[in-house]
DNA sequence: TAATATAGCGCACAGATGTTAGCTAAAATG
DNA sequence: CATTTTAGCTAACATCTGTGCGCTATATTA
């Protein structure tokens, strides 16, 4: 029974929650201190390099742990079905918006390094929201190939969507409930414009490809 | 002949500039020293005092800045024509690409701060935003009318295309010149997307309306 | 020309920062 | 049980930070 490695493990976890609590209280990266993290988290300031040997070290597994929750919204759109009352957009982005609401602190720490201060930071969080990119790529591919719609470039799509919707939820977690509200809104209108517009292109180019060969 | 005033306006300028090439190299506003801007600037660190009250003080300044260059951009957008070669969403998208690099350094720093530190100018910039979204949405207005187009909502449109370009824009002047070509391909793509999209659904309404009244 | 205003400077202080060195208790290991 | 490993601590350092105080040269003004 590791007792030891329990509580290394711990207070390791103890030292990211306090960094990104701090990094909510209106401070990026680089504008973080080693002391205050540690005083946080409980733990001496010298202790912290038991477990980390920087704070942009520290920053790589907080862009880790962020990657995850973005994965794990998508495992949830996966799930998603369009009912009566909503369609197929509209519950994907009222599922997107609650998970940003429920990792809001986390995922607001992601966006504000991705334009952050570290160059490490930045290209680490580019390639986790490239794999992202992919995920929903397949998952446009397939859906409309499901409903045999006709999107000639998904990746385009996909990269229109994650686009907005990424940076508006990450806008929105800050705002009152009747704003959130309206921000989901003009977001749904946003990506089924997309949709539709990258559906009617294909259409067009379509048409514009069979008078061709008329 | 105002000898003083004129050498106080310039190395007021020289502040700004010295902090916009600081901040350019990795630094938030927040992580931002005065006595390294100070330094930049040619000047001692307590003469900083006699222009600007705080760094945040000198921060609303380079919004202010940053700010008309976009406006410049929208104004120049209105001049651009579409000709046999390339369409208006193109040559708008290349336009305004153009400005981003010019201005680079400034609109960063505006992009960065506007999820960075500080509350007030996280505020400032996002005013600065909506100024700017109203003049798109009068251009949008305007552009469609002229050209006998059914955009219904051109706020909603606005406010899509102004992020989607902000956003691209910002993290496109980072890149190498074939990747830029490359974002600004996708860029037209995007926002053709939102226009067609918003087209095609304010027709669909339209229809939609004409069915319910028959 | 005499008086005033001010942009700039150096000095100094108190506090915060990252990091090193060395100690200690207690868990893990043999 | 004896030994080793290690997560944590305190003390201490050199450095950097913002900022207040008082001086000076010089442009402006009366």
Redesign the interface.
């Known amino acids: 029974m590791s007792t030891r490695a329990e509580q290394k493990l711990k207070t390791r976890q103890n030292i990211l929650n306090a960094a990104v609590k701090v990094m909510n209280e ?3 990266l ?2 973080l201190s080693l002391r205050e993290v540690a005083k946080e988290a409980g733990i001496a300031p010298t202790s912290f390099y038991r477990h980390f040997e920087t704070l942009e070290d520290m920053g790589l597994e907080l862009v880790k742990a962020a990657s995850a929750a973005l994965h794990q919204i998508i495992k949830d759109a996966r799930l998603t079905q369009a009912d009566s009352q909503q369609d197929m957009v509209q519950k994907v982005v009222h599922v997107t918006m609650d998970h940003f609401r429920e990792n809001g602190p986390l995922i607001r720490v992601l ?2 390094e991705a ?5 490490i930071l930045r290209r680490a969080i580019k390639k986790e929201l490239q794999l992202i990119k992919n995920e929903i790529t397949d998952l446009i591919a397939y859906e409309s190939k499901k409903h045999q719609r006709n999107i000639t ?1 998904p990746e ?2 996909a ?2 969507i994650l ?2 919707m990424f ?2 939820c ?1 806008s929105a977690i800050n705002m009152p409930y009747a704003l959130q509200k309206d921000a989901e809104r ?1 977001l749904v ?2 990506i ?7 559906e ?2 294909a259409n067009t180019l379509h048409i514009e490809r069979q008078l061709m060969l008329s």
């Open positions: 209106d401070r990026g680089a504008a966006a504000r334009m952050g201060s570290s160059r470039d385009l799509v990269d229109a686009d907005v940076y508006t990450v003009r209108h946003h089924r414009a997309i949709y539709i517009g990258a009617t292109m």
